[in-house]
């Protein structure tokens, strides 16, 4: 069922020559191919958005010459975004048409060929520039430290309560309250 020279759209395939976002994605891929030497690029490419796609913004399935893309990409704010990953991942595509399959994935021929196009041969992203990012929750929790006076000892946790007491000092009368303190506090990565 799936066109090869088509730009499935949302479940829908559009023919080049679209307006819009498509029409983009099919204008760009053209540059691209222009660029490097493979003006029929474009026809040789399937691009599709995915809702799932949580930790990267774009993938490139080389032997079907596919790509997938972050539906964050649709975003007007994320428009030269858009346009870096594309081609980012069509010079995945590109590279392996030029050069064969032995060609590595970030190697020398790819960086070539996404600098040939403008873009920065990058291949991680702060996920702060990406508009519409929810960050993944963080891994590292915050830490908390809880110090009895009483008896020196402490223990750590990781949430801040003022309810909690040391057990040793407890059973033997004392208040067993503790002193806390955070200490990790791990930015988001
Ligand atoms: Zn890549
Ligand atoms: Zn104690």
Redesign the pocket.
């Known amino acids: 069922m799936k066109k090869r020279d088509a730009i499935r759209w949302l479940g829908f395939t559009t023919a080049s020559g679209m307006s819009g976002l498509p029409g983009r994605i099919v204008r760009a891929l053209k540059r691209f191919g222009a660029a490097w030497g493979l003006p029929d690029l474009n026809t040789r490419l399937s691009v599709e958005f995915s809702i799932r796609m949580r930790r990267s913004l774009g993938t490139?399935r080389v032997r079907r010459s596919s790509i997938r893309l972050n539906q964050l990409l649709k975003k007007p704010e994320n428009r030269r975004l858009l346009q870096e990953t594309l081609c980012?991942?069509a010079a995945?595509v590109a590279a392996v048409l030029l050069h064969g399959h032995r060609v590595k994935?970030?190697g020398p021929q790819?960086r070539q060929l996404v600098a040939k196009a403008g873009f920065p041969a990058r291949?991680r992203i702060d996920p702060k520039v990406v508009g519409g990012h929810v960050p993944a929750p963080n891994r590292q929790r915050k830490r908390y430290r809880y110090f009895c006076p009483a008896c020196n000892r402490s223990c750590y946790k990781s949430v801040r309560a003022s309810h909690y007491r040391c057990a040793a000092c407890l059973s033997s009368g004392r208040s067993g309250k503790f002193i806390v303190s955070l200490v990790t506090e791990k930015a988001a990565a």
Do not use: F, K, L, Q
């Open positions: 490139a980012h991942e995945h994935p970030h790819w291949t």
